[in-house]
C-alpha cells in the first residue's frame, strides 16, 4: 500500500509539474512569464502580464491538473477517490506545481491545482471552500486573499461536513503548502502593497 501511494504522489507530482503558464505564455506572447510581474507561472501572472486568454486558459489547465491526479489516482489502487489515493494525489499535484523539475523547482503557488483536486476530491465540500475565495476576491478585490481564505476554509469544511478523515493531516499539508506559497503576499498585503486584481 505504501508503495502504491508512493507511485500516485509521483505520478501526481509530474502532472503538476507541467508549467501550463509558462507554456501558454511562451506559445501566446513569446515571453517567459517568470520574467515578468510577480515571476509567478500561475494564472493571476498570466492574466497581468500577457491577458484574459492566457489568464483563463492557464487557470483550466492547473485545476484540470489537480482533478485529473485525483481521478487517476483511484484507478491506479482500484479505491474510491475518498481513499488515501486521492489526497495523496492532492498533495502531490501541489507540490509538483510549486516546485515543478520541468522548471528547475520555480513553480507557482499551487492554487488552482488544489481547487481542482478538492473539487474532484470532495465536490460539496469544495463548493464552500471555493464560495469563500470567491467572496473574499470580491470584497478585497485581491486574487493572493481569495487563495489564502480558500486554503484556510477548505480543512475546516472537510472536517465540519465530512468528520474525522484518517487522510486529513495529508490534505491540511497541502493547504498549507499554498498558504506558505503565499509569504509574499501576505508581507505586500500587510504592508498594504498588494496590487488588486486589474492591477499590475
Not at 77 to 83: D, F, I, M, V, Y
Not at 131 to 141: G, H, I, S
Request: glycine residues 12%; hydrophobic residues 55%; proline residues 6%.
Amino acid at each position: 500500500m505504501i508503495l502504491d501511494l508512493a507511485l500516485v504522489f509521483v505520478l501526481s507530482y509530474l502532472l503538476g509539474a507541467v508549467p501550463s503558464g509558462y507554456l501558454l505564455v511562451r506559445r501566446l506572447r513569446g515571453s517567459d512569464i517568470r520574467q515578468e510581474g510577480s515571476g509567478n507561472i500561475g494564472a493571476t501572472n498570466a492574466l497581468r502580464t500577457a491577458g484574459w486568454a492566457a489568464g483563463l486558459g492557464t487557470l483550466i489547465a492547473d485545476m484540470g491538473k489537480g482533478a485529473l491526479a485525483v481521478l487517476l489516482a483511484p484507478r491506479l489502487l482500484g479505491a474510491g477517490p475518498s481513499e488515501p489515493a486521492g489526497a495523496v494525489a492532492v498533495l502531490g499535484v501541489v507540490v509538483g506545481h510549486a516546485f515543478p523539475v520541468t522548471l528547475r523547482f520555480h513553480g507557482g503557488k499551487g492554487v488552482a491545482c488544489a481547487v481542482g483536486g478538492s473539487l474532484a476530491l470532495f465536490p460539496r465540500i469544495s463548493l464552500i471552500a471555493l464560495a469563500a475565495f470567491l467572496a473574499a476576491v470580491a470584497l478585497t478585490r485581491r486574487v493572493s486573499v481569495g487563495s489564502i481564505v480558500f486554503a484556510a476554509v477548505l480543512p475546516l469544511a472537510v472536517l465540519a461536513v465530512h468528520g474525522p478523515w484518517p487522510e486529513f493531516p495529508i490534505l491540511l499539508a497541502a493547504c498549507a503548502l499554498v498558504v506558505a506559497r503565499h509569504s509574499g503576499n501576505i508581507a505586500r498585503l500587510l504592508a498594504g502593497k498588494e496590487p488588486k486584481l486589474g492591477e499590475r
